[in-house]
């Protein structure tokens, strides 16, 4: 794995919970589910996305953000990449570095070009990934701990080389069945203490290990594939989730979180909600 990188960093991550101050998205409007690259775009194939309800979606969650004091930045979308919209995949922010992903489907590449022209002309330092594949939706950050899918869309040469790049996080592979996609799709942290977890994705070993470190909140199948492991914490134990995936909410509203339900029902047929949809650049 080969690294540049732009000096000025204006970039700082050390979880996936604490308060979110600037983020990147992508606005969905040339989302279209072209090559089924995962089970939820098998579904909706044939219905495939309504564009103008999906940018009314991605709108309405864009000004949540924005009622709730982040800073939000748009990379202007290119015909050329239909999922763009995902922006979590496409880079990732680990301490004061912004990583930007080599990314697994065809589908999908290039779209790393358009990070990197739009972090050098905000200024803001990043390191290209070069060599292994390997793509932020699979990348969770809690501290000083690293954990990434291994994956068709993440090798375990990629996760070897991150650590490498990385020496003052444990980084620690998690394999899972991959028909989910990406790790945040079934494992996801929102404290220093709790977690998400849909754990019929994972082995029983996996599970436990992470059963040490966290109270795991189990998200029933319906749920995950309706997403409901890809909320967006935002800081202050606030998580943004779908209104839809109740179960998930009402246990959240339990443990003491405050959920903003914002319909995201559009975007997430092509396999991805709240935290696909967002790439942190500060967090503090």
């Not at 800081?235 to 443990?255: C, E, I, M, W, Y």
């Amino acid at each position: 794995m080969s690294s540049s990188i732009i000096e000025n960093s204006s970039a700082q991550c050390q979880s996936e919970y604490d308060p979110l101050r600037h983020v990147l998205l992508c606005p969905p409007r040339y989302m279209e589910i072209k090559d089924v690259i995962n089970d939820v775009q098998k579904r909706y194939k044939d219905e495939n996305i309504n564009v103008d309800k999906a940018l009314h979606q991605h709108n309405a969650f864009i000004q949540a953000l924005k009622d709730q004091g982040i800073h939000t930045d748009l990379i202007e979308p290119s015909e050329k990449y239909p999922e763009q919209v995902f922006t979590r995949d496409i880079g990732f922010t680990l301490g004061s570095a912004v990583f930007i992903s080599e990314m697994a489907s065809e589908i999908r590449q290039g779209e790393e070009q358009e990070l990197q022209k739009w972090m050098e002309a905000h200024e803001i330092s990043f390191k290209q990934l070069a060599g292994h594949r390997i793509e932020g939706g699979d990348v969770i950050i809690d501290r000083d701990t690293v954990f990434v899918g291994v994956s068709s869309r993440t090798s375990k040469k990629a996760i070897r080389d991150l650590q490498l790049e990385l020496p003052d996080f444990e980084v620690i592979p998690i394999s899972f069945n991959e028909k989910y996609l990406h790790l945040d799709c079934v494992f996801n942290v929102l404290s220093p203490t709790e977690a998400l977890i849909f754990p019929e994705a994972l082995d029983m070993a996996t599970v436990q290990m992470l059963a040490e470190r966290y109270t795991l909140i189990r998200v029933n199948e319906q749920e995950q594939f309706a997403l409901g492991t890809n909320v967006l914490s935002i800081g202050d134990r606030k998580v943004f989730s779908q209104p839809q995936n109740h179960q998930v909410n009402k246990q959240l509203t339990a443990r003491g979180f405050h959920v903003i339900e914002v319909d995201f029902s559009e975007i997430i047929k092509s396999g991805g909600a709240f935290r696909c949809c967002t790439m942190p650049l500060i967090r503090l």
